[in-house]
């Protein structure tokens, strides 16, 4: 498999796009003020941010090897490492499709099919929002502002993994299968599609799947207390759900912008929400600058960091003992 061309063009001209977004937020809210609250953090302060986000990506890869086992894939935990990890490298795609990239790998390198890898992928990209609306929806019991000009799209994030819950409904599964199935291409794919939707249908289960939530919801409340931390360490003194419902708001609403890694979404909404709380330009940039290059851009840093060395895995031809220990569906 050969990585797109365009996907690495694109995230060449994401990381562009970002250094001038945050170059004119610097200039708006005065590079001087800025940096200097970030130089009055203490160290510890960021290396305990950098370890929340990196807990949270270790729950996700649990989260990933069990839709795997449980979808009866599962392949070499390194190589599974690999996979999930050099996947980080796409998270600056718009709406981050570029991690249908581990679906093809496992395709290619392993024979795990398509209707296997992207169920899971989808999976994880609805147990995310679930775990991220969660936090918002607690975070608004906590919240002393005002919600004006949230309220439509936390309303839109509610009905989004509401409606695509309806898939664990055999007959509504049905019914979209047959309608799907009247495009010539696709129903030339049918039975691929019909495994896809049932491999989908039973990864929300409400049994396995009330400890993959809670699990969601953990994941994403480290990156929620590492944001509370960066507030403390600029001299921000927020409550603990006020940070959260600020982090995960913010989060939502880049998620929903369908904007790369939800690039100037989230950022906007976090000064916007620490500015209704009154705090000052410059401390509200820095927060929401620190935390994106512990969450975001740390995550993209371990992706190259993970995908150069073994790119030649990934991409390469396939082995004979490249075998899944389990074939898959």
């Known amino acids: 498999m050969r990585l797109p061309r365009h996907i690495l063009t694109r995230s060449f001209l994401v990381v562009i796009l970002t250094l001038a977004l945050y170059a ?32 949270n990506y270790g729950m996700r890869f649990w989260r990933w090897e069990f839709f795997l086992r449980r979808l009866s894939a599962r392949i070499p935990t390194g190589s599974s490492l690999a996979i999930y990890f050099s996947a980080y ?10 991690e249908v990239f581990k679906a093809g790998i496992l395709k290619d390198r392993y024979d795990i099919s398509l209707a296997v890898g992207l169920p899971v992928i ?10 991220v609306l969660i936090l918002a929806t607690g975070g ?25 819950l309806l ?80 982090y995960a708001a913010g989060t939502i609403v880049g998620s929903l912008s369908f ?13 916007w929400l620490l500015g209704i709380l009154g705090a000052a330009g410059t401390a509200a940039a820095s927060a929401a600058i620190l935390i994106r290059v512990f969450t975001l851009w740390l995550a993209v840093l371990l992706g ?7 790119r030649k895995l990934l991409l390469g031809a396939r082995r004979q003992d490249d075998d899944p220990v389990v074939t898959s569906r």
């Open 24 to 55: 004119t937020g610097a200039v708006v809210y005065g590079w001087q003020g800025i940096r200097a609250r970030m130089e009055g953090i203490p160290p510890l302060f960021l290396a305990g941010v950098a370890l929340l986000s990196l807990a």
């Open 89 to 98: 490298v796409m998270v600056i795609t718009p709406g981050k499709v570029g």
């Open 122 to 131: 989808l999976a994880e990209r609805i147990y995310d929002f679930l775990g």
């Open 140 to 164: 608004i019991l906590f919240w002393p502002g005002s919600l004006s000009g949230l309220t439509t799209g936390l309303v839109a994030a509610a009905l989004l993994p509401a409606l695509l």
């Open 167 to 246: 898939l664990r409904n055999d007959r509504l599964r049905r019914l979209l299968l047959e309608k799907l199935g009247r495009s010539p291409v696709l129903a030339r794919k049918g039975i691929a599609l019909e495994v896809a939707l049932e491999n989908f249908g039973s990864l929300l289960q409400p049994g396995a799947g009330a400890g993959i939530l809670l699990l969601s919801v953990f994941s994403w409340l480290c990156e929620g207390v590492g944001f509370l931390m960066v507030c403390r360490g600029l001299g921000l003194e927020l409550d603990p759900g006020e940070a959260v419902f600020i």
């Open 259 to 271: 904007l790369p890694g939800g690039l100037g979404g989230t950022e906007a909404t976090i000064i």
């Open 304 to 310: 190259f960091a993970v995908f150069i060395p073994t």
